[in-house]
Structures are given as structure tokens and as C-alpha cells.
């Protein structure tokens, strides 16, 4: 693409999405340095905050923030040390020693971000989501985070009641990842009393039956699929159900670009119930949530071609 400059990706090294990403920035010739930040013990990275930054990966490629035009911040995990760390508390200090450093490239004016890592952890906040959302007029489940079991009613809906955690609740066991989805339960599942005086979560009125919508916002542009019904309330509990293309009405598509902009971003997953009259509803938004499924399968959403469209725009 002509004026584009180089685009500076920051992710991991599993992260397929970035991969179809970088060949499509490729097939147009724009010169992509991916950083998986796993292996940064083996790059050369210095920030000036708010001056200039530049990297260096172990084969002398390097990126600076007067050659980059845009910088997606997509899935960076910590570095691995390259000695033994004596404790988890060694470890938790090293992994905000890289934090710190790597979000400090954002501080430096010049290059776009897709998105700031500050606007994405500030998104990932569910009840500003919520707050947002209903601002712009989105229809939103009432929503209760509580620990008081007698306070559950107040959003039920003939006894019945969504629960879920009020943040993303995954964690690494010896049985491997686990993770905590969104429940339907009935009056006599509510979580005792005494189990949830130790810690809250949030409680939502059920849209159900319902469809799945998944929004994805890059930009100002926006793409829309539906899932084939199913019993599961979480459609991530089945995650081989084909997607299809979906068209959300103008004011629809107009209030989740809106609604991504005013979380500061330039990418956004929304999760959309749609009720058996057609209405639908905010479930919640990811601001860096995945994508890849939409853009192959049934779906085919245009979506790696509009991210590198937005990666090769200049300016901050």
C-alpha cells in the first residue's frame, strides 16, 4: 500500500490470528516485525517514555517508533526467563518489570495503536462496559454483583438467573486450564449463602431463548455473524456450531462502533443476545477478543483484510 510503513505486531507465538494478519500484510508488502514477546530476554528494547523506543530481535531486525506506522497490541505474554526464578514472587516482579516496559512503547506519540494496552485493560472493566453500553441505548440485562444471596431476586426472572463471574475467571491447575462460564440456574441452584458471602459475582436476567450475535468492530467498520441455536446458554461451551453472516440494523451497527470508540479502541468483540422478538441485547465486549473462526469456516467475515487495512493508516 503506498505510504505505509511498518507495522510492529506484539502477541505470542501460538497466536494464529496474527498469523493470517501478517500474511496479508505481506501479499501488500509492508515490511511486519512481529514480536512475540515470550522470547524478549533475547531482544535489544529501549523506551524513552514519551520520546522514542526501538527494538531489536536476535537477527538484527529492528523497529522504531520513527519507522512504525501502527503497532497492534494483540496477545503479548509474559517473557520467559532465561534463568530459574527462586519463587512465584520473583516471577510475579519480573513479569511487571516487562509489563511496564513493553506498555511503555504506547507513551511515545507517532505510531497507531490497535489498541492502546491501557484502553483494553480500562475495557475489560464489565461494569464500565455496561455502564457505557446502556449510555449509548443498548438494551441491557438488569445486573446484579453481590454477595448477598437475598439480593439474586432483584434481577431474576421467574426464578431464573444468569450467573457468572464479574470478570474473566481463568486460571492454570494441574488438570490444565480451566475457566468460568456463564450459568442458568433456577431458585434452588442459587449458590448458598455462606458460599457466597466469601465472593461475589454477577447476576443478569436471562434472554432466553435467544440467538448469539458476535460483533466484531475494527475501525469504524463492522461485521456481524449468528450462531445455530443450541441448548448451551455460553455458546463457547460448543464452539464447533457454524457461524453465518449476519446484517445488523444501521442504528445496531452505529452503536457498537460507537460504543468501541468510546472505550478508546480500535478493535472490538460484542457479544449480542437476541430475544425472541427480535430485540436485542449488550451481553458484553471484548476489546481484544478472538476473531478467527468468524473470518474462515461459514462465516467468512472480511476481517483480516480490514485489520491491515487499519494497520497501514498513518497517524496515532
Do not use: H, M, Y
Given at each position: 500500500m503506498p505510504g505505509a510503513r511498518q507495522v510492529l505486531i506484539i502477541t505470542n507465538e501460538q497466536d494464529l490470528a496474527a498469523d493470517l494478519v501478517v500474511l496479508a500484510l505481506?501479499?501488500?508488502?509492508?515490511?511486519?516485525?512481529?514480536?512475540?514477546t515470550e522470547r524478549l530476554t533475547g531482544w535489544r528494547m529501549t523506551v524513552r517514555p514519551g520520546l522514542a523506543w526501538r527494538l531489536e530481535d536476535r537477527f538484527g531486525r529492528t523497529a522504531s517508533s520513527e519507522t512504525t506506522s501502527s503497532v497492534w497490541w494483540r496477545r503479548p505474554q509474559a517473557p520467559t526467563p532465561s534463568v530459574a526464578l527462586a519463587s512465584a514472587s520473583q516471577q510475579a516482579a519480573f513479569d511487571a518489570q516487562w509489563q511496564s516496559t513493553v506498555e511503555a512503547l504506547a507513551s511515545v506519540p507517532g505510531?497507531?495503536?490497535?489498541?492502546?494496552?491501557?484502553?483494553?485493560?480500562?475495557?475489560?472493566?464489565?461494569?464500565?462496559q455496561l455502564s457505557v453500553?446502556?449510555?449509548?441505548?443498548?438494551?441491557?440485562?438488569p445486573t446484579a454483583w453481590?454477595?448477598?444471596?437475598?439480593?439474586i431476586a432483584t434481577v431474576a426472572a421467574d426464578g431464573t438467573v444468569v450467573a457468572k463471574p464479574v470478570t474473566t475467571a481463568a486460571w492454570d491447575d494441574d488438570d490444565g486450564p480451566a475457566f468460568v462460564f456463564a450459568q442458568l440456574l433456577d431458585a434452588h441452584e442459587f449458590p448458598r449463602e455462606e458460599?457466597?458471602?466469601?465472593?461475589?459475582?454477577?447476576f443478569q436476567r436471562p434472554v432466553w431463548p435467544k440467538l448469539d450475535v458476535r460483533v466484531t468492530v475494527v475501525?469504524?467498520?463492522?461485521?456481524?455473524?449468528?450462531?445455530?441455536?443450541?441448548?448451551?446458554?455460553?455458546?463457547?461451551?460448543k464452539p464447533d456450531r457454524a457461524w453465518t453472516p449476519h446484517t445488523l440494523p444501521a442504528p445496531e451497527a452505529e452503536r457498537c462502533a460507537r460504543l468501541v470508540a468510546d472505550l478508546g479502541l480500535r478493535f472490538g468483540g460484542i457479544d449480542l443476545a437476541v430475544d425472541a422478538t427480535g430485540d436485542a441485547w449488550f451481553i458484553?465486549?471484548?476489546?481484544?477478543?478472538?476473531?478467527g473462526w468468524l473470518a474462515q469456516g461459514h462465516?467468512?467475515?472480511?476481517?483480516v483484510e480490514t485489520l491491515a487495512d487499519d494497520l497501514t493508516l498513518r497517524g496515532a
Open positions: 505481506e501479499r501488500r508488502s509492508v515490511d511486519v516485525l512481529r514480536c512475540n505510531p497507531r495503536w490497535v489498541s492502546r494496552p491501557a484502553a483494553i485493560r480500562a475495557a475489560e472493566n464489565k461494569a464500565a453500553a446502556a449510555r449509548l441505548g443498548f438494551r441491557v440485562p453481590t454477595n448477598d444471596r437475598s439480593a458460599d457466597l458471602a466469601l465472593l461475589p459475582a454477577a475501525g469504524t467498520q463492522v461485521f456481524a455473524a449468528v450462531v445455530e441455536p443450541d441448548s448451551e446458554l455460553d455458546w463457547r461451551l458484553e465486549v471484548n476489546p481484544n477478543g478472538e476473531w462465516a467468512q467475515l472480511p476481517i
